[in-house]
T-cell receptor, first 117, second 115 residues
Framework: QQQVKQSPQSLIVQKGGISIINCAYE??????FPWYQQFPGKGPALLIA?????SEKKEGRFTISFNKSAKQFSLHIMDSQPGDSATYFC????????????????FGQGTILTVHP | KAGVTQTPRYLIKTRGQQVTLSCSPI?????VSWYQQTPGQGLQFLFE???????NKGNFPGRFSGRQFSNSRSEMNVSTLELGDSALYLC??????????????FGPGTRLTVL
């Protein structure tokens, strides 16, 4: 059962453009939503994360928008650069719930972003 | 502070063999989670260890097992390898594994190829 759906699967953007990746979740118990960036040959690295008590979080060129009622969240990359070309994963987890939540991130399927110079 | 390290980085095995992968977490981190990454299934949670105890387990067959040592280092073992076990195996460490804002930091992974 896929609990986090991510789209699009791939995205091509011109340098300086805005990249937008969307995710939707099913489990309303999720309360932490991180985004990871993965380069070839590397493990995923945390980019930015949000909790559902805020609707938006910005860190530099990266912004997460969160819509709790729609159970959706998205990553916006402003002024996209060729160095941003990577695979991006959204994820979700439950905090302080014990049991089946320990150490478990549920990931979306990933988006391959290509930024052309 | 050193990051999460995984050894070996690459492995080639044949069907029916078994394999052991190793993970050293960030110093001070007590929770270690393992994930399998494949092009078809994406990133899937295998299990999590904390203080030498498995606290959580994903939907993988019993051929996949793990353990954690007193220094928080962890190993995972796959017995009777199948072709479908070919994947990138990622280890992630965190302070407590409690979820919420307890960030998971990933290692570079071990690329396992089963022939």
């Amino acid at each position: 059962q896929q609990q986090v759906k991510q789209s699009p699967q791939s995205l091509i953007v011109q340098k300086g453009g805005i990249s937008i990746i969307n995710c939707a979740y099913e489990n309303t118990a999720f309360d932490y939503f991180p985004w990871y960036q993965q380069f070839p040959g590397k493990g995923p690295a945390l980019l930015i994360a949000i909790r559902p008590d805020v609707s938006e979080k910005k860190e530099g060129r990266f912004t997460i928008s969160f819509n709790k009622s729609a159970k959706q969240f998205s990553l916006h990359i402003m002024d996209s650069q060729p160095g941003d070309s990577a695979t991006y994963f959204c994820a979700a987890s439950r905090g302080n719930a014990g049991g089946t939540s320990y150490g478990k991130l549920t990931f979306g399927q990933g988006t391959i972003l290509t930024v052309h110079p | 502070k050193a990051g999460v390290t995984q050894t070996p980085r690459y492995l080639i095995k044949t069907r029916g063999q078994q394999v052991t992968l190793s993970c050293s977490p960030i110093s001070g981190h007590r929770s270690v989670s393992w994930y399998q990454q494949t092009p078809g299934q994406g990133l899937q949670f295998l299990f999590e260890y904390f203080s030498e105890t498995q606290r959580n387990k994903g939907n993988f067959p019993g051929r996949f097992s793990g353990r954690q040592f007193s220094n928080s280092r962890s190993e995972m073992n796959v017995s009777t390898l199948e072709l479908g076990d070919s994947a990138l195996y990622l280890c992630a460490s965190s302070l407590s594994g409690q979820g919420g804002t307890d960030t998971q930091y990933f290692g570079p992974g071990t690329r396992l190829t089963v022939l």
